[in-house]
Antibody, heavy 121, light 110 residues
Framework: QLQLQESGPGLVKPSETLSLTCTVS??????????WGWIRQPPGKGLEWIGS???????YYNPSLKSRVTISVDTSKNQFSLKLSSVTAADTAVYYC?????????????WGQGTLVTVSS | QSVLTQPPSVSEAPRQRVTISCSGS????????VNWYQQLPGKAPKLLIY???LLPSGVSDRFSGSKSGTSASLAISGLQSEDEADYYC???????????FGGGTKLTVL
């Protein structure tokens, strides 16, 4: 059974860079045809797609976040990562990683449990 | 302001049927598959419907999806208290070249 687990600091200071890692188990991140994505949810609000990556490194980003986001993949560790720079309180959210069932335009079928990141000094 | 529009809340009595609407445009729902997610309190979203009307393995057939033009709907029949959750629609948007979600609908089983 495929499992995804987010990890990283739960508290980040304003203007700094938020860094999270998603570790995939029960399957290889290098498997062909799967994209891997990040989604966030501010407290009490809805879901927002951040971006997605293929094991080869091909990426798609939300246009509203593109200037601050970098998603990368480490196939040797079966992980992919998110970096969000110049964070503000508006970036406080639960961050989820997920797998697309195939290409980036397909549904996300497996999700991590999510990790809360608070931006505060 | 979400790209896809859902009612903020719906409510219905147990054993009844409820529908949740999701309205979009030609660049998202009108040209791409719609997915629905169920989010129980404090939990991660769970895929409920994909490719407009398909159920993942293990999802109750009390859930069904449909789409017409630039709108989609999620129907839940035989409502149970365990169905109380937030429901989100999602679709790929060709103009934004990314995923868009509805604002979510909170279902209350009276």
């Amino acid at each position: 059974q495929l499992q995804l687990q987010e990890s990283g600091p739960g508290l980040v200071k304003p203007s700094e860079t938020l860094s999270l890692t998603c570790t995939v188990s029960g399957g290889s991140i290098s498997s062909s045809s799967y994209y891997w994505g990040w989604i966030r949810q501010p407290p009490g609000k809805g879901l927002e797609w951040i971006g997605s990556i293929y094991y080869s490194g091909s990426t798609y980003y939300n246009p509203s976040l593109k200037s601050r986001v970098t998603i990368s993949v480490d196939t040797s560790k079966n992980q992919f990562s998110l970096k969000l720079s110049s964070v503000t309180a508006a970036d406080t959210a639960v961050y989820y990683c997920a797998r697309h069932s195939s290409t980036v335009t397909t549904h996300m079928d497996y999700w991590g449990q999510g990790t809360l990141v608070t931006v505060s000094s | 302001q979400s790209v896809l529009t859902q009612p903020p809340s719906v409510s219905e009595a147990p054993r009844q049927r409820v529908t949740i609407s999701c309205s979009g445009s030609s660049s998202n729902i009108g040209n791409n598959a719609v997915n629905w997610y169920q989010q129980l309190p404090g939990k991660a979203p769970k895929l409920l419907i994909y490719y407009d009307d398909l159920l993942p393995s293990g999802v109750s057939d009390r859930f069904s999806g449909s789409k017409s033009g630039t709108s989609a709907s999620l129907a839940i029949s035989g409502l149970q208290s365990e169905d109380e959750a937030d429901y989100y629609c999602a679709a790929w948007d060709d103009r934004l070249n990314g995923w868009v979600f509805g604002g979510g609908t909170k279902l209350t089983v009276l």
